[in-house]
């Protein structure tokens, strides 16, 4: 018998490494900018807004039926964010908008009176003070912020007029509409972040209920 002829071996197709493209220049570039872009979001909390609200100390209304006066005892939750913004630079404002209204059952309650305040905040460099200003107020200045917040935001007195005095056995109620914004960034947060907001502490709304 004749033997059967070997088959000819099979030759293995030659291996080939997976070759991927160089990133280009203006890749490296772009995943560069949002390193720094997700790094620069992080100092975020500097900006004393995230972790900033109000803190209600006390709520009154004083005077007579005619002039009344709101008396409200403020405080930030964190001071020493401010007082470390203020130093950098920032200049701040605090609204505060009290409302008196008269509740009414089926209707929506009515406006007797109202007033809006302004007090703004900022550092004196030269002087190394905390100083806030009113607008129909002298400014408080003090070395210490915690000092200068006792004095004045722990301190304060809205003024309300009423010319048609008030009704025995109505019932009222007292709203004080309050909020934080920058008027001036520090200088070295605007320049190292590109999305920044006025508010630190949004508007917060406060409600006193009273029958006179």
């Given at each position: 018998?004749?033997?059967?002829?070997?088959?000819?071996?099979?030759?293995?197709?030659?291996?080939?490494?997976?070759?991927?493209?160089?990133?280009?220049?203006?890749?490296?570039?772009?995943?560069?900018?949002?390193?720094?872009?997700?790094?620069?979001?992080?100092?975020?909390?500097?900006?004393?807004?995230?972790?900033?609200?109000?803190?209600?100390?006390?709520?009154?209304?004083?005077?007579?039926?005619?002039?009344?006066?709101?008396?409200?005892?403020?405080?930030?939750?964190?001071?020493?964010?401010?007082?470390?913004?203020?130093?950098?630079?920032?200049?701040?404002?605090?609204?505060?908008?009290?409302?008196?209204?008269?509740?009414?059952?089926?209707?929506?309650?009515?406006?007797?009176?109202?007033?809006?305040?302004?007090?703004?905040?900022?550092?004196?460099?030269?002087?190394?003070?905390?100083?806030?200003?009113?607008?129909?107020?002298?400014?408080?200045?003090?070395?210490?912020?915690?000092?200068?917040?006792?004095?004045?935001?722990?301190?304060?007195?809205?003024?309300?007029?009423?010319?048609?005095?008030?009704?025995q056995d109505q019932d009222y109620v007292?709203?004080?509409?309050?909020?934080?914004?920058?008027?001036?960034?520090?200088?070295?947060?605007?320049?190292?972040?590109?999305?920044?907001?006025?508010?630190?502490?949004p508007a917060t709304t406060f409600e006193?209920?009273?029958?006179?």
């Amino acid at each position: 018998m004749t033997p059967a002829p070997m088959p000819e071996p099979r030759h293995a197709c030659p291996s080939r490494a997976l070759a991927f493209p160089a990133p280009s220049r203006r890749t490296l570039l772009a995943g560069f900018g949002l390193v720094v872009f997700l790094c620069l979001l992080g100092l975020a909390p500097l900006t004393c807004r995230a972790e900033q609200n109000f803190v209600l100390k006390g709520f009154s209304l004083g005077g007579t039926d005619k002039h009344l006066e709101v008396n409200l005892r403020l405080a930030a939750s964190e001071e020493h964010n401010l007082a470390y913004m203020l130093r950098d630079g920032a200049k701040m404002e605090m609204t505060c908008h009290v409302q008196f209204l008269r509740k009414r059952t089926f209707w929506s309650n009515e406006l007797v009176a109202e007033n809006t305040i302004y007090t703004r905040l900022a550092y004196d460099l030269l002087l190394r003070e905390f100083v806030l200003s009113g607008d129909d107020s002298p400014a408080t200045r003090n070395e210490s912020f915690r000092a200068l917040m006792r004095a004045t935001w722990e301190n304060l007195s809205i003024p309300l007029e009423n010319p048609g005095g008030l009704e025995q056995d109505q019932d009222y109620v007292v709203k004080a509409t309050v909020d934080l914004k920058y008027t001036e960034m520090p200088p070295w947060l605007t320049r190292s972040i590109l999305f920044w907001s006025e508010e630190i502490i949004p508007a917060t709304t406060f409600e006193l209920d009273l029958t006179y």
